[in-house]
Nanobody
């Protein structure tokens, strides 16, 4: 069983930065694809970024140049560095994992964290 726990979320002013962390359990973490999703009330959960076991990455167009996904297999942790944050980035952010290649479809992921609230406001 894989368990995921997000941390690092909170309140930040527009233009500020945050680094989200997702700590994962399991011996096979290095072979899992990892992703970050976000959701606001009344909207579907959307993919923000994802990273394969081989290091290849995906970032949604709205965050390219501002957000970077990375992973540290030795620490069983995936990160999302977010810079130049905008009010529209406000959402609950979720970490997800699957024992396959990356996708942008939430339904394809097998394991999910509890979610963490990121609020961008002055």
């Amino acid at each position: 069983q894989v368990q995921l726990v997000e941390s690092g979320a909170g309140l930040v002013q527009p233009g500020g930065s945050l680094r989200l962390s997702c700590a994962a359990s399991g011996r096979t973490f290095s072979n899992y694809a990892m992703g970050w999703f976000r959701q606001v009330p009344g909207k579907e959960r959307e993919s923000v970024a994802a990273i394969n076991w081989n290091g290849s990455t995906y970032h949604v167009a709205s965050v390219k140049g501002r957000c970077t996904i990375s992973r540290d297999n030795a620490k069983n942790t995936v990160y999302l560095q977010m810079n130049s944050l905008k009010p529209e980035d406000t959402a609950v952010y979720y970490c997800a994992a699957r024992p396959n290649s990356v996708t942008t479809r939430g339904r394809d992921y097998d394991y999910w964290g509890q979610g963490a609230q990121v609020t961008v406001s002055s």
